[in-house]
C-alpha cells in the first residue's frame, strides 16, 4: 500500500509538468504626472491611458483658479501599434522589479506613475516619488516612454498652460 502523502505529492507532480504557465496580457498602461512645488495655480496632473482600443489624455489643475490647459483629448494612434506595444510589455519580468527608496528624500520635484492593469484583473503600480528609482525598470519605462513620445498630441493639448496655448493661436 502506498502511503497517500505519497500519492499526493506523485500526483501534484505529474499534474505540475503538465500545466503551462500562463502569461497574463495588458489590458491597460496609464502614466501619469504630477507637478512639483510650484504656484498652486500652475500645479497640474496629467494621465496618459493605453487601451486596446484607444489612448487618452487627461490634464488637470489643483486649484479652482487654474491656469492649466485642462481637458480631455483622445489621441490617434495605429491600434496595430498598441498591440505590438502591449506584446513587448508582457515580456517584462514583473517580478525582479524593486522599490529603491533614498535614504534622504529630497525636497520639491514632481511624481510620475506607471500602473499596468492585466486580463486577469490584478495591477500593478509604480510610483517615482522625488528620489526613488525602482532595480530592473529600464526596459518597462523605456518601452512606455518611447510610445508615449511617439505620440501625435492634438494641437489644443500641447501646452500644460492656457496662456501658452493662447499664444499659439493668435495671428
Excluded at 2 to 18: A, K, N, Q, R, S
Excluded at 105 to 127: C, H, Q
Excluded at 132 to 142: C, I, P
Amino acid at each position: 500500500m502506498i502511503p497517500i502523502p505519497l500519492v499526493i505529492l506523485l500526483g501534484c507532480l505529474l499534474l505540475g509538468c503538465t500545466l503551462e504557465k500562463t502569461v497574463q496580457t495588458i489590458n491597460l498602461v496609464q502614466y501619469s504626472s504630477d507637478s512639483g512645488p510650484i504656484l498652486p495655480e500652475r500645479q497640474w496632473h496629467e494621465e496618459i491611458t493605453i487601451t486596446n482600443n484607444a489612448v487618452v489624455l487627461k490634464r488637470s489643475g489643483k486649484v479652482a483658479e487654474t491656469k492649466v490647459n485642462a481637458g480631455s483629448w483622445e489621441i490617434p494612434v495605429d491600434m496595430d501599434t498598441v498591440a505590438e506595444f502591449f506584446q513587448e510589455l508582457e515580456a517584462v519580468d514583473w517580478s525582479s522589479l524593486k522599490r529603491i527608496e533614498p535614504d534622504d528624500t529630497p525636497d520639491g520635484g514632481g511624481v510620475i506613475s506607471y500602473e499596468f492593469v492585466f486580463s486577469n484583473g490584478k495591477s500593478l503600480s509604480l510610483y517615482y516619488d522625488p528620489g526613488t528609482t525602482y532595480e530592473n525598470d529600464s526596459r518597462m519605462r523605456k518601452l512606455v516612454d518611447e510610445f508615449i513620445l511617439q505620440l501625435e498630441i492634438p494641437f489644443g493639448a500641447k501646452s500644460r498652460y492656457t496662456e501658452d496655448y493662447l499664444s499659439f493661436t493668435k495671428p
